[in-house]
């Protein structure tokens, strides 16, 4: 049968009394404890036994507590460093958390502070282990959680997820269409505790403001036309998981209220009934608006802006992470490779120096489209520049100003036939927001272009 590992306690106090009975103490409380009274013996004790926390006296003879700190901080700079100190040298053992010690016990020590502090201690060496794990990985794959990438930029993403992965804070993502914010979202959600939970998507854009408030919160029997039997919410199926709120810059203002209510008290109501229910559910939200502009504007709450804006992670767009194109080209590939039974194994350096210049105005969406739109009528090896489309072989993409990008594609888009949009907005159901998600447009874009087309999206909507 197989044993849990007790945490390492490595305790160094040249009172051969004192560390005797600490190290006594320590072990009815569970832990693996060695003690030395010789602060050298102690060194090599880190380097030599891995204690999960160290314990040791500021002020031994032969050395200053603040060298020996800094020694086992060089030996392991993870190390979680508990000083014990007498009154008398508190100011040093408050320098000594300032260059890197944990905390520190005053003496006579109380056991049960002890092993709160110990508790904390081991919480953040595994918190710390996890991430470096985390990190590890990552700069071996290039990929975390789904998030794929190994610039600086995408690193500052993955250390975000990372450090609110354990909190119950709520995170607003933000960023540009098809950047990849329910990825991050996602992320958020499997890398904590709550992993195991439920994790449910609403897309606020997609569903009719008259049924939002029935499908967040539920509703009872009779509740209002067609509600023929009681029905729970996604907050209520969330339970003690996630909700994930996408483009929740698109909710109406008579729901932001309530939400706001499910933010400050965790309570919430079924549309029809006074009952109050409780929600243990973490919320996550994403919108690719400028929602403090759209505050100032009137059409989302201030209130509810800053309880959504705990903590913000800005996904960058595209272009500003050309650097990991190779690496997401090579993802995808694999990716398409099975859906669409093909065997293309890479790019050619031009086609990628063409995907490193061209600006991608809609992000990984676009670039995922595009390689699935080749990858449909070619099977090549490699890819070449002859395989891709005639706009991205054009050198003059990459002399566009960025506000031609959108206008540029809207043109490009037109060319391809009205049958690609009727496709899309049948598949969808006239859902605008669904169809410019999947062509990689801005909605107000498209929408000027189907107007340009003809394509009125009300028709599709049965």
Not at 306 to 330: A, C, G, T
Not at 422 to 429: D, M, Q, T, V
Request: proline share 5%; glycine share 6%.
């Amino acid at each position: 049968m197989s044993t849990v590992a007790r945490p390492r306690i490595l305790v160094v106090d040249d009172d051969k009394a004192l560390l005797e009975a600490l190290v006594q103490a320590l072990r009815q409380m569970g832990y693996e404890v060695l003690g030395e009274h010789d602060p050298l013996k102690g060194l090599v004790g880190i380097g030599s036994w891995d204690p999960d926390v160290v314990i040791f006296d500021l002020k031994m003879p032969g050395m200053d507590g603040l060298e020996l700190l800094r020694r086992a901080l060089l030996i392991e700079p993870e190390l979680p460093v508990l000083l014990l100190t007498a009154h008398a040298t508190i100011e040093t053992a408050v320098q000594a958390v300032r260059n890197g010690a944990y905390d520190f016990l005053e003496k006579p020590f109380d056991l049960t502070k002890i092993e709160l502090t110990l508790q904390q201690a081991l919480n953040y060496r595994g918190q710390k282990r996890r991430y470096q794990l985390l990190a590890e990985t990552t700069a071996r794959i290039g990929t975390f959680e789904g998030i794929v990438g190994e610039s600086a930029a995408i690193r500052e993403v993955i250390e975000a997820v990372t450090a609110v992965a354990e909190t119950d804070s709520t995170v607003l993502v933000t960023g540009e269409s098809g950047t990849g914010k329910e990825l991050v979202a996602r992320a958020v959600h499997v890398s904590g505790s709550r992993k195991e939970k439920p994790f449910i998507t609403v897309d606020c854009a997609a569903i009719p403001d008259s049924l939002l408030e029935s499908e967040l919160f539920g509703h009872v029997k009779g509740a209002f036309t067609g509600a023929y039997r009681e029905r729970a919410g996604y907050f209520e199926a969330a339970a003690d998981g996630t909700v994930f709120l996408d483009e929740i810059g698109e909710i109406p203002h008579v729901l932001q209220k309530k939400l706001l209510r499910v933010l400050q008290e965790k309570t919430f109501s079924r549309v029809g009934e006074s009952r109050q229910r409780t929600s243990e559910a973490r919320i996550v939200a994403a919108t690719n608006r400028n929602l403090e502009k759209w505050v100032a504007e009137g059409g989302f709450r201030e209130d509810l802006f800053y309880r959504l804006k705990v903590i913000e992670i800005p996904v960058p767009p595209l272009r500003e992470r050309s650097e990991d194109i190779p690496l997401l080209v090579q993802h995808y590939l694999g990716r398409l490779n099975r859906k669409l039974n093909r065997k293309i194994q890479t790019v050619s350096p031009e086609v990628m120096a063409i995907f490193q210049r061209y600006p991608w105005p809609g992000n990984i969406r676009e670039l995922v489209h595009l390689l699935e739109q080749i990858m449909t009528f070619h099977n090549p090896e490699r890819l070449d520049p002859l395989h891709l489309p005639a706009y991205l072989r054009s050198d003059s993409i990459s002399a566009l100003p960025p506000e031609s990008y959108a206008s540029l594609k809207e043109k490009l888009l037109a060319e391809v036939g009205i049958e690609y949009f009727r496709k899309l907005l049948g598949y969808y159901r006239g859902n605008v927001t669904r169809v410019a998600e999947h062509a990689g447009l801005n909605r107000r874009h498209l929408s000027r272009l189907l107007q340009h087309l003809g394509l009125d999206p009300a028709l599709f909507r049965k």
